[in-house]
């Protein structure tokens, strides 16, 4: 045995002349099978967020399409807006009853204004001067008086022949509703403009846009 052969050591481990065994550690082949599984999950990672990538900075497929998160689950189209068509809750003229009174110092004024009232389609009741309550304190152009359900509808359609004029509820009963003249009273909206403003009052409103 030679001099340079570990205690221990024969057979094939015998050295002899100028070579020597190689002394190095088994392989851990479980560490290695670890090794190989994190680069295959790392690779895919990355190929994943490439494609992320490319679908956002590339609108989504080419413009056909886009993700749920990108337009929101089930976003509907804005509406297209409908034609004209008449609101059922608002009455015609013709079934508005008006008493008109004046609260100005300007003798006439409420006979003038009922007689333009009535070729316009309106019902006229009393015609007079204004009640004491009223009377010479009115400084805008007018006041609309009715019941609390006329508010939604017989005001407003009424409202339309005299701009500016302030619609107030109060406690009666009755369906015919009050024009109380002011003193910034000149003369009411003209027929055409009045006009105007009751199909503006009678349209629908258009539905609201969405944006997705």
């Known amino acids: 045995m030679s001099m340079l052969t570990p205690p221990g050591m024969g057979g094939k ?48 497929g080419g413009g056909k399409k886009t993700t749920a998160a990108g337009r929101g689950q089930g976003c509907p189209k804005a509406a297209t807006p409908s034609a004209p068509v008449r609101n059922a809750a608002l009455p015609k003229p013709a079934k508005i009853k008006v008493n008109v009174y004046n609260a100005t110092k300007r003798g006439g004024l409420a006979k003038e204004t009922a007689d333009e009232l009535k070729k316009r389609g309106f019902t ?17 152009t007018g006041i609309l008086l009715g019941a609390p359900k006329a508010v939604s509808g017989v005001l407003p359609v009424l409202g339309t022949q005299l701009k500016g004029a302030v619609q107030k509820a109060d406690g009666r ?4 509703v009050d024009l109380i003249l002011g003193n910034g009273f000149k003369s009411l909206t003209t ?21 997705c």
Not at 124 to 140: L, T
Not at 173 to 176: A, F, I, Q
Not at 202 to 211: C, D, I, M
Request: hydrophobic share 40%; no cysteine.
């Open 173 to 176: 009963k009755g369906t015919d």
């Open 124 to 140: 006229v009741g009393k015609v007079g001067n204004a009640p004491p309550e009223y009377d010479k304190k009115v400084k805008g």
């Open 13 to 60: 481990y015998r050295i002899t002349g100028d070579k020597f065994p190689r002394m190095r550690r088994p392989r851990n082949r479980r560490r290695t099978i670890l090794a190989v599984v994190a680069s295959l999950v790392a690779l895919g990672m990355a190929g994943w967020g490439t494609l992320q990538l490319i679908d956002v900075f590339g609108g989504g």
């Open 191 to 211: 027929k055409k403009d009045a006009d105007k403003a009751l199909a503006a009052l009678a349209r629908p409103a258009p539905a609201p846009s969405v944006k």
